[in-house]
């Protein structure tokens, strides 16, 4: 089946400085999406790209579609401490919501005071 | 809008018992999706219905997992009988079909002991 390798597995930053987060798959998505996670909630989707090399920024996150339709990468600029979290890849077959998500495995984001 | 609403949002069980996980989806959305989330294996996809519909069950486990939409503003997902490994955080997501990504509730956090 199709796996998502996403890295790091885990950051730790300070304040105010940049994040950069990435994702591989062994298979092509027509759809990359990162989502967030905070403690006892369920993922909350950030960005959402749907064409090859697309470039989306949303406020500090800019997000990346690679050309290969492969991979994709997230960085968060200038971080504070509500960045702080777990950030997820997924792909999608489709362009649309009709089927599932493959997620990666998360980059687990903290932020030292 | 509540957003997806999913419960109960804790639930400890001996091993053998029958345990039900319910979710309303977004009113609108006609894709819902149950996903499980646990450490070593990070967010998988155990089903997911298109217009109250089952269309990939392969996610699954084993037959002790059953899930059912008898209409478009309910699913339960119910494991009979539950086992210790079946212990994790339980999504249910929604989607409107042409819509990329989804919505998640809270989950479940269900333990079995």
């Known amino acids: 089946g199709q796996q998502l390798n996403q890295s790091p597995q885990s950051m730790f ?11 591989t798959s062994s298979s092509i998505f027509n759809t990359w999406l990162w989502y967030k996670q905070d403690p006892g909630e369920g993922p909350v989707l950030l960005i959402a790209l749907y064409k090859a090399g697309e470039l989306t ?17 997230l960085n968060i ?5 509500s960045d702080v979290g777990i950030y997820f890849c997924a792909g999608q077959l489709s362009g649309g919501g009709a089927d599932g998500l493959t997620f990666g495995k998360g980059t687990h984001l903290i932020i030292q005071p | 809008d509540a957003g997806v609403i999913q419960s109960p949002r ?27 989330q646990t450490m ?50 339980y999504f249910c997501a929604s989607s409107f079909s042409g819509v990329p990504g989804y919505t998640f509730g809270s989950g479940t956090r269900l333990t079995v002991v």
């Open chain 1, 13 to 23: 930053i300070q304040e105010g400085e940049d994040v950069s987060m990435n994702c």
């Open chain 2, 40 to 89: 070593m294996r990070g967010l998988e996809l155990l089903i997911y219905f298109n217009n109250n519909v089952p269309i990939d069950d392969s996610g699954m486990p084993e037959d002790r997992f059953s899930a059912k939409m008898p209409n478009a503003s309910f699913s339960t997902l119910k494991i009979q009988p539950s086992e210790p490994r079946d212990s994790a955080v």
């Open chain 2, 10 to 36: 804790h639930e400890v069980t001996e091993m053998g018992q029958e345990v039900t996980l319910r979710c309303k989806p977004i009113s609108g959305h006609n894709s819902l999706f149950w996903y499980r």
């Open chain 1, 57 to 73: 920024s949303n406020g500090r996150l800019t997000a990346q579609f690679g050309i290969t339709r492969k991979d994709s990468f």
């Open chain 1, 77 to 81: 600029s200038a971080s504070i401490p």
